[in-house]
């Protein structure tokens, strides 16, 4: 396995303690890439969390340290943009669209939440609302996929990005974001053979991971 570390961007700090390896979130994240646990019942407990959670969303995690792994990753990740065409998994309140909908010709948003769709400006950005382990595209249909603080379904990002495409995942607290994988475990659970490239950034990291 392949992982190329860069050194930390300007202003990296790590994140205070809040969800360690024990937190529930951190379990469920790990079973569902790790082991394809998934279900209705789990679904519909996500959903509803983040329908609630949805209004004071962005407040709380639309901001220049949330968006900092995004903005190194397009620094220094060696990412299409452009005419590329982008999608982003778990898209919330629009963190991500924020920051690379202005710098690529299509970015779908792509959410189970309503709310958090609700609550999204949706600036630069085409919104779809649906559940990603079951992605409503056809095989190869974009360039890159972006994750941030999302659930990880490997077979279907493995399935919508087009050959030589890159998953850019992003725990914008590090290994104290309740969703979190390591690098390694990203690459792990991906079918066939991939590579990455990895740095931390704001208070967490971002991983490049491209099909070797
Ligand atoms: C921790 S939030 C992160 C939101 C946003 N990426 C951000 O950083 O602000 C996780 C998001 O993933 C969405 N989500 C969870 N499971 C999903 C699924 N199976 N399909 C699509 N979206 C999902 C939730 O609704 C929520 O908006």
């Not at 303690?17 to 994240?29: C, M, V, Y």
């Not at 340290?65 to 903005?71: E, G, L, Y």
């Not at 005419?83 to 710098?103: M, N, Y």
């Not at 659930?151 to 914008?172: C, K, S, Y």
Request: glycine share 10%; proline share 7%.
């Amino acid at each position: 396995m392949a992982i190329d570390t860069l050194p930390d961007a300007a202003g990296y700090q790590p994140a205070a303690a809040f969800a360690g390896p024990d937190h529930p979130i951190r379990i469920i994240t790990r079973e569902i890439a790790l082991d394809d646990r998934w279900d209705a019942s789990i679904r519909e407990r996500i959903r509803s969390t983040f329908d609630g959670l949805a209004p004071g969303w962005s407040e709380d995690h639309v901001n220049p340290t949330k968006a900092a792994p995004v903005s190194d990753a397009v620094e220094r990740g060696g990412l299409s943009l452009g005419s590329a065409r982008w999608l982003e998994l778990g898209s919330g309140t629009g963190a991500g669209g924020k920051v690379l909908g202005p710098r690529v010709d299509e970015y779908v948003a792509f959410d189970l939440s309503e709310q958090m769709i609700a609550n999204d400006p949706g600036d630069h950005t085409c919104q779809v609302r649906g559940d990603a382990s079951a992605l409503p595209f056809t095989a190869d249909s974009f360039d890159s996929i972006l994750c941030i603080n999302m659930f990880l379904f490997p077979q279907q990002v493995d399935r919508v990005l087009r050959p030589g495409g890159t998953l850019l995942w992003v725990n914008t607290m590090g290994d104290q974001t309740p969703i979190h994988l390591p690098v390694d475990d990203v690459v792990a659970s991906l079918p066939g053979e991939w590579t990455a490239r990895t740095a931390r950034a704001g208070t967490g990291f971002w991983a490049a991971v491209s099909r070797a």
